[in-house]
């Protein structure tokens, strides 16, 4: 499928190679995958329609992700002793829209979080649909933002430190 030169096969590697950068705790490259002003966002409210109308599960511009990172990476985030690991599957790309060069596309997406060496250490899941709104900049496919709406997203959510 061909739409003003947006191809399902051209996007579909994109986002499984960006679930691997972040599986890999490559999060300097995956930020770099951002456009200079795109952002991040998991509501709290599967309907909510904007970041700026009510509190978020993350909305972090590429500003508060380099924050975040940073955190990730210091030696003693206890919170991350040992690393949390984990494992993503994207799956089901649909173009939604394209408009003025931009490009939405809606997919599934399964997020696998452990953390061992803890006692009882929690296995999570989660799930939902990714909204990536692409653009491309000097012939690369960049994300203008991401949304990542969890269905539980307004249930009580033990804390999580690496993105969805």
Same mark, same amino acid.
């Given at each position: 499928?061909?739409?003003?030169?947006?191809? /399902?096969?051209?996007?579909?590697?994109?986002?499984?190679?960006?679930? @691997?950068?972040?599986?890999?705790? *490559?999060?300097?490259?995956?930020?770099?995958?951002?456009?200079?002003? !795109? @952002? @991040?966002?998991?509501?709290?409210?599967?309907?909510?329609?904007?970041?700026?109308?009510?509190?978020?599960?993350?909305?972090?511009? +590429?500003?508060?992700?380099?924050?975040?990172?940073? =955190? /990730?990476? $210091?030696?003693?985030?206890?919170? *991350?002793?040992?690393?949390?690991?984990?494992?993503?599957?994207?799956?089901?790309?649909?173009?939604?829209?394209?408009?003025? !060069? =931009?490009?939405?596309? =809606?997919? +599934?997406?399964?997020?696998?979080?452990?953390?061992?060496?803890?006692?009882?250490?929690?296995?999570?899941?989660?799930?939902?649909? @990714?909204? $990536?709104?692409?653009?491309?900049?000097?012939?690369?496919?960049?994300?203008?933002? +991401? +949304?990542?709406?969890?269905?539980?997203?307004?249930?009580?959510?033990?804390?999580?430190?690496?993105?969805?």
């Amino acid at each position: 499928m061909t739409r003003e030169g947006w191809q /399902l096969g051209d996007i579909e590697p994109f986002l499984i190679n960006e679930a @691997y950068l972040l599986d890999t705790r *490559q999060f300097e490259t995956w930020m770099s995958l951002f456009t200079d002003d !795109g @952002y @991040y966002w998991a509501p709290a409210d599967a309907e909510q329609e904007s970041p700026a109308d009510w509190v978020s599960l993350i909305y972090d511009d +590429k500003e508060r992700m380099a924050t975040r990172i940073q =955190r /990730l990476r $210091h030696p003693r985030i206890h919170a *991350q002793d040992p690393l949390t690991r984990t494992s993503r599957i994207v799956a089901n790309p649909l173009i939604e829209t394209i408009e003025d !060069g =931009r490009c939405t596309v =809606r997919s +599934k997406f399964i997020l696998y979080d452990y953390r061992p060496g803890i006692p009882d250490a929690e296995e999570r899941v989660f799930a939902g649909t @990714y909204l $990536h709104q692409l653009v491309r900049a000097e012939g690369e496919i960049r994300i203008a933002h +991401k +949304k990542a709406v969890l269905p539980n997203c307004d249930a009580r959510l033990s804390p999580f430190f690496v993105y969805f």
